[in-house]
């Protein structure tokens, strides 16, 4: 899962409410907003088999998105109507109607694939920055780090980058445990064929962090 699934709680149910902090209202605001239509390559390392590091393809439309390790195996892909995922042994594919507002991802695969819960901002868990945002730069573009207080029964806090002129988030991570996923190539203007949002002849099951 990615850094931000693997930080939430079970559930969010009593949790503590987050404090509001002024400057951050509006970066929230306008995450909620980013564009939801781009291709690229995401860069990822996990603490699963003592450390492992990966990259995928995604290609996304709205709720419509293909998303492939870079041997071309399908992880997921998804349109309107139905959804094909990759099962967790790596070797079938679940065929299901879709509704758009879910998507079955992967664990460690969503980053890029589909957009945050829409809780993902309540509670106090890994939702409140420590001091102001830090200026950068994530693929040649401008964009502000900015660090999230862990919870109490979270050991260190991780961060997020966001693209200071779209609002995208190109990365998140964990410097204590050197986890995280970027984007390592973004295309914010592609042009997409609707083919790529089926399960097209050829396609076969993606493996786990190839």
Known sequence: MSDQERARPFS???APKRT?????EPVLAAMADAPTRYAGVVEAFVEDDGGTRFRYRVTRD???VRCVGMDGGVHVVA???????RGANDREVRTQ???PRLLHVPDDYEFGVRSEQSDRWEGNDFTEPIGGPEEGAMLGRPAWRITLAPPPHKPAPM???VDRETSLTLGE???????????VELDLD?????????????????????
């Open 12 to 14: 969010m149910l009593n």
């Open 190 to 210: 592609p042009s997409i064929d609707d083919d790529a949002f089926r399960w097209r002849d050829g396609d076969r099951p993606g493996t786990s962090y190839v």
């Open 62 to 64: 709205g709720d419509r």
């Open 159 to 161: 961060y997020i980058v």
């Open 97 to 99: 109607g879709r509704d």
């Open 20 to 24: 509001p902090v002024p400057w951050f």
């Open 173 to 183: 991570g964990n410097d204590t445990f050197g986890t995280y996923h970027h984007w």
């Open 79 to 85: 349109n309107l109507q139905t959804e094909w995922c």
